[in-house]
């Protein structure tokens, strides 16, 4: 019976479909409408969400159906649709975006009465990032005067087409369904409108998923309950490998181990599943109110982080700045929590490079430098270039590239997720009122930080660096290959840490700081090529003229003029520019 099952699982190709959208817009009623068999995390079972009426956890829930034409001639015999349901309310979105992360398309669901809303925004910005496909949906047209509905549906539409029509899901289906005709309280023999024509569509916008059995198994767990005299059954969705009947697992965030006693899928019991299956799985006891929520995987494969690097883009709509050092909502996996983040370029001359030119799959090099950014620029508009100059990110003085910018993350406690993961960096403390995105950037983690001691390990060999410019004066030469400097900088610098580095002069020369002139700031400049003549020229005729003037302020030269010539030549300025490694405990100057 059992091998009947696997084999009947085998041939049926499981379709992940979030139903994202505001609180209150008809989700699990649409679900309920779709759906024929409910998981055990089906529809919220939480007390205070049937006392709300509203959906505080992901739910879960499926149905079958014929393969359609453009699947057929592939290993599976039949089409099965699982609906993931997440809540719609402000305060749970680190839940909708635990929820985006296992699915293959997204049903976002419109309230037609109310068009758009904050959370609907937050739930279409989740979407552009982490799902290829969306069907838009819009619900309660029941609640429309008959008179009227045809031509409000259409209006909507057409909105709602505005709206996306410079994202990803441009010109994507429209459905019109009442999932619920009368609301909650209506009977349950009341028909549901359109569901029939929505499950066509999602038919047709069906394809093959990514499933790869190979790899480490990783397993995301959404429920976790126990079933006396058999065990525990974590409930959740396959993220990679496969995992089977007598196998071990880890669960990190508990740090033990356990077999796979029995699993089922949607009731059905199975020997082994893969990726992208929704899976119960039953394992050697323990107290499930450990894990409500998290990361299951073959042992020993899933880092701990202390810290992270992430090639990261920000929002567009998000309208706040997302500036270095500050505190941001960092979600990975399941996990959400608080982080320091820190974020930096590719200088103008590392990002010059053909490779990676849109900064897409970007590996990190711990032996490449990177220039530190004030804040995270906004993308790339089209036909312009959006660089530091231009973007006002402060991004320190030399260019820095929008297409890679990545992101130091230091945890305020350690996450356990896999490499490569989503990164989504979010401010949930923003009032849920203020009708404004939160979700700030996203991006993918590159190099994970296991080390507790990353500060000691880590960090001093990260090539973070700051541009620092110095500008001066030359007040004389002494020789053709020596010039006195001031206004560089002040009395009480300690003038030996500058020398032997390298100067420019505004008339071409450059040249090298050869130490201290005098105590009041003033330094010497050795030019190893000597002076151009008519440097050496302006700067005599300079020497004498103040000479002349000092000599007038003290009644030497009677009828002497302490006016400034007419016409006299500006002075030639010193320009000293340098970097610094922002983790360097020595805080060197370096110059190329």
């Not at 879960?60 to 039949?78: A, N, Q, W």
């Not at 609906?83 to 680190?94: E, K």
């Not at 758009?116 to 279409?124: D, G, K, P, R, Y």
């Not at 990260?462 to 010039?483: H, P, Q, W």
């Amino acid at each position: 019976m059992a091998s009947d099952s696997t084999a009947a699982a085998k041939n049926l190709l499981n379709f992940n479909i979030g139903v994202l959208g505001h609180v209150d817009s008809g989700k699990t009623s649409l679900a309920k409408a779709l759906s024929t068999i409910a998981s055990t995390a089906a529809f919220d079972k939480n007390p205070q969400s049937k006392e709300r009426g509203i959906t505080l956890d992901l739910g879960f829930s499926s149905f079958i159906v014929d393969l359609p034409e453009h699947l057929k001639g592939t290993s599976y015999e039949r089409l099965q649709f699982t609906l993931v349901d997440c809540p719609g309310h402000a305060s749970l979105i680190r839940t909708i975006i635990g929820g985006a992360q296992i699915i293959d398309l997204m049903m976002l669901v419109i309230d037609v009465t109310k068009g758009m809303q904050t959370q609907s925004a937050e739930c279409l910005v989740i979407g552009e990032i982490a799902c290829k496909k969306m069907v838009v949906v819009l619900n309660k047209v029941d609640l429309l005067p008959a008179a009227k509905k045809a031509a409000t549906i259409e209006k909507m539409k057409k909105r709602m087409l505005k709206t996306l029509e410079n994202t990803r899901f441009a010109n994507c289906p429209i459905l019109a369904v009442a999932a619920k005709p009368g609301g909650p309280e209506a009977a349950e023999s009341m028909q549901a409108e359109g569901v029939a024509d929505l499950i066509d569509e999602l038919k047709k916008q069906s394809y093959l998923p990514e499933r790869d059995p190979t790899g480490p198994f990783l397993f995301s767990v959404d429920h976790c309950f126990s079933i006396r005299g058999q065990g525990t059954v974590m409930t959740g969705t396959i993220l990679s490998g496969k995992v089977a009947i007598n196998d071990t697992v880890e669960i990190p965030a508990l740090k033990m181990n356990r077999k796979v006693k029995s699993m089922q899928m949607f009731r059905q019991p199975v020997t082994q599943a893969i990726q992208g299956d929704r899976v119960g799985v039953c394992v050697t006891q323990f107290d499930p109110k450990q894990l409500e929520r998290g990361l299951v995987c073959t042992p020993g494969t899933l880092p701990t982080l202390f810290a992270g690097i992430a090639l990261v883009k920000k929002i567009p709509y998000f309208k706040g700045t997302c500036a270095t050092k500050a505190k941001f909502h960092v979600t990975m996996g399941h996990d959400t929590v608080m982080a320091k983040v820190l974020f930096f370029g590719a200088s103008s001359e590392a990002s010059s490079s053909p490779n990676d030119a849109d900064g897409s799959g970007s590996k990190f090099n711990l032996d490449q430098e990177y220039l530190y950014q004030d804040e995270l620029m906004s993308p790339p508009i089209a036909g312009k270039e959006n660089t530091a100059s231009n973007n006002q990110s402060g991004a320190s003085s030399t260019q820095a590239t929008t297409n890679q910018q990545w992101a130091l993350i230091e945890f305020e406690k350690p996450v356990t997720c896999q490499r490569n993961c989503l990164v989504i960096g979010s401010k949930l403390d923003t009032d849920i009122h203020s009708n404004t995105c939160r979700l700030a950037f996203h991006g993918e983690l590159l190099h994970a930080v296991t080390d507790k001691t990353y500060n000691e390990t880590l960090l001093p060999n990260l090539k973070i660096f700051k541009t620092k410019s110095r500008e001066g004066v030359v007040e004389r030469a002494t020789d053709n290959y020596s010039v006195i400097g001031r206004s560089l900088f002040k009395k009480e610098t300690n003038i030996q840490t500058f020398v032997g580095l390298k100067v420019r002069l505004s008339s071409g020369e450059e040249g090298v700081i050869e130490g201290g002139f005098g105590q009041s700031g003033k330094f010497k400049i050795r030019i190893s090529s000597g002076l151009k003549e008519e440097t050496f020229k302006q700067l005599s005729e300079k020497g004498k003229k103040g000479k002349k003037a000092a000599a007038s302020a003290s009644g030497e030269v009677e009828g002497a003029s302490t006016d400034a010539p007419s016409g006299s030549r500006q002075s030639i300025k010193i320009f000293l520019d340098f970097k610094r490694y922002i983790f360097d405990t020595k805080k060197q100057m370096i110059q190329t």
